[in-house]
Every structure is written in C-alpha cells, then in structure tokens.
C-alpha cells in the first residue's frame, strides 16, 4: 500500500491524466475500454461488471442458483460484463441466466480463471475446455491465471530451476505460454492474470512475447497501490481492481475491523456522497474509475447493482480523490485477500 508522499502525490496526479481518453461508449450503450496487449483487435472490457466470487459472511457462500440468479438481475439491469472462475463452482448457473437473458453471447464479456496458482502448459488447455464445456460457449472474452502462486502443477517445467524462484517463474512462463496458445486458437479474445505483483508480472514481460491484456487485483480504500497501478497502465495492461468496496459483507466481520465498520461506513466518504448526492458505494467506485481502474463490485441486491452501474454522471474534485486515498486503514489487515507478495 502507498504511502502519502511526494511520489505518492505525483503517481495519482499522472494515473489522473492518464483515464480521460478512456469513456467510449460501444454500441451496446456501455462504458466500456478498448484492451491491448494480449487481445484480439477490438476487443472492450465494460467498466462495471459483477463479481462472483464464492464469498459471504460467515455461513454464507455463492454457488451456481445464487449466482444464476444475481447475474440474470444485472444483466436485465444493462450489466453486460459476468467476472467468474472455473474454482467458483458457479459457471453451470452463469451460463443459464445468459441463455435465459436472450442477449446476443457477443454483448455479454465473460471472465474466468485457471488455476489456484500456475497450473503449468498442459493443464492450462484442459481448464480452458473445461472452462468452455460449463458455458456451452466457444469461447470466453477474457481468460486469466487466476495466481501467481503456490507452485503445484506436475508440469515439468514448473520444477525447472535450483531454487524456488526459478521454479516459480518457469512455472509461470509456462502457462503463459498455454494462455498464448489459448488466444492465438480463438478460445479467448483476450488473456490476462490476476494477483500478480510486479516482480510476477517481470517474469511474462522477460518472455518477450505477449503482454497480458487485464491484471486483475484487490484495490479498495484500504488497501490501494497506486504505484503498481501506474506500472500496469505503462505497459498498456488494464488495471481490474476487486473487492473495490472492501467486501463489505465479511471481512470487516472477519478480519475484525474496528465497529466492524466497512469502507462505505468511512465518514469522510459519507460526506462526499453528500455533497455529489450519490451513495458512498459510488463515491468508492467512481473514486477508482478516476484513476483508470476497472471494477467488478459483487452483490446480489438489485438496488446495489443499480447503483453500480450508475457512476458515470458525475466527477470527483482532485481534492476529494487526494482526501480518499489519505484515509487510514484498519491496523490489522486492511488487505481483504491473501497477499501475492508471499509468492516467490
């Protein structure tokens, strides 16, 4: 996480400059960004899109009825983009709220994952089919390794090299090079990672080949690297950020945040939502969208989804986002996910 400091102050004020181009709307009447890198010529990613991850409170988990339901609402509500992954269990149940919205499959952008951790060249192509046969669909439009780590594919090149290290980089390399494959057969229009930290993002552009097209990452109020960010956006690669509210719904519970108060609870942000009379949840996500960062807020009330949506009538001031950025984070974990960079 920055740190407010003259570096800090002139990254924002760069990502601040860098976003403007980027407010296209496609035929389908949504905000959308063009990706680069590795993918297909033309390919958009929609700004908003809905997450879909297996979380919950405590005893409460998304599974392929509850997603299936959540993703017919927002698609019926002009959601177009679906984020899931083959480990969520919830694609079977995703791919019947699509058929069942009689949307064409190509205004709709669906994100999956491979792996856990780097699953290695062979098992990246298996994943993918299998990834294909729950959607009933020829592809997807955006496919990414879902980490950087742990290391534990029976591919021989993830147990290349002397040290740990090395084995992880080769393992990484080689699944990217099933996710080239992947892309060059039509399997996906674009490929990317997620949780990557930079130094895991170093051993694809050492490749010298293609550059992934999305890194996805947690980037919420309390944890937020802008510097990473800018790095990202130097190599043309999207910058995806999840969990954007906090996850509002269990880890303030979890993690035992103060009041167990959630990001949306932050008086400062309260009164922004004042002042702009929108909702602290769209004071947040428009917050990261001034900085250029995609974001796939999860929820599964209709209100919410509405509100989500609804965040590109408005700005913020410079001084609202610096004042954002400057707000203290719980003391104990103020990350929401595991930390990537415990991943060699």
Not at 187 to 205: E, P, R, T, Y
Not at 317 to 337: C, G, R, Y
Request: hydrophobic share 35%; glycine share 8%.
């Amino acid at each position: 996480m920055v740190r407010v400091g003259s570096t800090y102050v002139v990254v924002i004020t760069t990502l601040l400059l860098v976003h403007v181009h980027c407010l296209p709307v496609d035929e389908f009447d949504v905000h959308s960004v063009p990706l680069a890198n590795g993918a297909k010529s033309g390919v958009r990613m929609p700004i908003v899109g809905i997450g879909t991850g297996g979380y919950g409170p405590p005893g409460e988990t998304w599974d392929d009825s509850v997603a299936e339901k959540a993703v017919a609402e927002f698609l019926s509500l002009g959601g177009r983009r679906i984020d899931t992954s083959l480990s969520y269990g919830d694609q079977r149940g995703i791919a019947r709220a699509v058929k069942a919205s009689k949307l064409p499959r190509e205004s709709i952008f669906i994100t999956s994952k491979v792996g856990g951790g780097p699953p290695g060249y062979n098992e990246t192509l298996q994943q993918m089919d299998d990834i294909l046969e729950q959607f009933g669909s020829p592809y997807v439009d955006l496919l990414l390794i879902h980490w950087p780590g742990p290391r534990n594919s029976s591919d021989p090149e993830c147990n290349k090299g002397s040290t740990e290290s090395e084995k992880a980089r080769s393992c990484r390399q080689a699944t990217w090079r099933a996710m080239e494959t992947i892309l060059q057969s039509g399997k996906a229009k674009a490929i990317g990672v997620s949780n990557f930290a930079q130094n895991h993002l170093q051993d694809i552009i050492d490749m010298n080949s293609t550059l992934p097209a999305v890194n996805q990452v947690e980037f919420q109020l309390y944890w937020h690297e802008f510097e990473f960010v800018a790095f990202c956006q130097l190599h043309n690669i999207t910058f995806n950020g999840y969990s954007p509210l906090g996850a509002a719904d269990w880890a303030p519970i979890i993690h035992n945040w103060p009041g167990h108060n959630t990001t949306m609870q932050e008086p400062l942000v309260q009164q922004i939502a004042k002042v702009h009379n929108k909702s602290p949840a769209q004071i947040i996500l428009r917050w990261q969208w001034e900085f250029g960062i995609v974001v796939n807020p999860r929820t599964k009330s209709s209100e919410h989804m509405k509100e989500n949506l609804d965040i590109f009538d408005f700005t913020l001031s410079d001084a609202e986002l610096q004042q954002m950025a400057e707000i203290s984070p719980p003391k104990n974990h103020p990350k929401v996910t595991p930390d990537p960079h415990k991943y060699p």
